[in-house]
């Protein structure tokens, strides 16, 4: 069974910076891609960005130039940087494993998700 378990999210000013972390266990391969994914009230999960354990990366536009998704396969944790926050960026942020991909239906793991607050 896999397991992917998201902390660092919280409640930060406009302008200010978060980095979420993604520990996975439990039957994630190594060839899987890991993604994040983001919902706001009342709106659809989006996608965020997603890396390949080769290092292959993909952002959406709307973090693009100031994220930086970055993984460390000895320990099995994917990091999600932002910079410049801004209150449109408010959502529960998710974590996921499964296929390379912008589409989260591609994905088969998923973990609990995090609250990222940014207060204008």
């Known amino acids: 069974q896999a397991q992917l378990v998201e902390s660092g999210g919280g409640l930060v000013q406009a302008g200010g910076s978060l980095r979420l972390s993604c520990a996975a266990s439990?039957?994630?391969?190594?060839?899987?891609?890991m993604g994040w994914f983001r919902q706001a009230p009342g709106k659809e999960r989006e996608f965020v960005a997603a890396?390949?354990?080769?290092?292959?990366?993909y952002y959406a536009d709307s973090v693009k130039g100031r994220s930086t998704i970055s993984r460390n396969n000895g320990k099995n944790t994917v990091y999600l940087q932002i910079n410049s926050l801004k209150p449109e960026d408010t959502a529960v942020y998710y974590c996921?494993?499964?296929?390379?991909?912008?589409?989260?239906?591609?994905?088969?793991?998923w973990g609990q998700g995090t609250q990222v607050t940014v207060s204008s």
């Open positions: 996921a494993a499964g296929e390379m991909s912008r589409d989260s239906g591609r994905y088969q793991y």
């Open positions: 890396i390949r354990w080769s290092g292959r990366i």
């Open positions: 439990g039957r994630i391969f190594r060839g899987d891609a």
